[in-house]
């Protein structure tokens, strides 16, 4: 059983920064297309960045791409989302997933497991 937990959420003043981490245990993680979502409260859910098995690739949203940062380490199971120069409207919970078949994609449908989530708030 794969399993996914988010780590490093929390509050934060626009501007600033946060580096959220997801610990995945079960499976061949190195294998694993990783990414992350995010939901604010009322909307859907949205995707946010990914990153093939390898590192080799990465994909960003519009909205995040400058700013936030996807890498992982596969020696640790773990992928991170490095966010920089943080908005009000970045303020949402986010959430990793992982695609076990190594596919880079933006589709939360395409994603097999995903994490319970960490708050992110954004708020002077």
């Known amino acids: 059983q794969v399993q996914l937990v988010e780590s490093g959420g929390g509050l934060v003043q626009p501007g600033g920064s946060l580096t959220l981490s997801c610990k995945v245990s079960?499976?061949?993680?190195?294998?694993?297309?990783m990414g992350w979502f995010r939901q604010a409260p009322g909307k859907g859910r949205d995707f946010v960045a990914a990153?093939?098995?390898?590192?080799?690739?990465?994909d960003y949203a519009a909205s995040v791409k400058g700013r936030f940062t996807v890498s992982r380490d596969n020696a640790d199971n773990t992928v991170f989302l490095q966010m920089n120069s943080l908005k009000v409207d970045d303020m949402a919970v986010y959430y990793c997933?992982?695609?076990?078949?190594?596919?880079?994609?933006?589709?939360?449908?395409?994603?097999?497991?995903w994490g319970q989530g960490t708050q992110v708030t954004v708020s002077s």
């Open positions: 079960g499976g061949t993680f190195s294998r694993f297309a």
């Open positions: 997933a992982a695609e076990m078949t190594g596919l880079l994609t933006t589709q939360g449908r395409d994603y097999d497991y």
């Open positions: 990153i093939s098995a390898t590192s080799r690739y990465t």
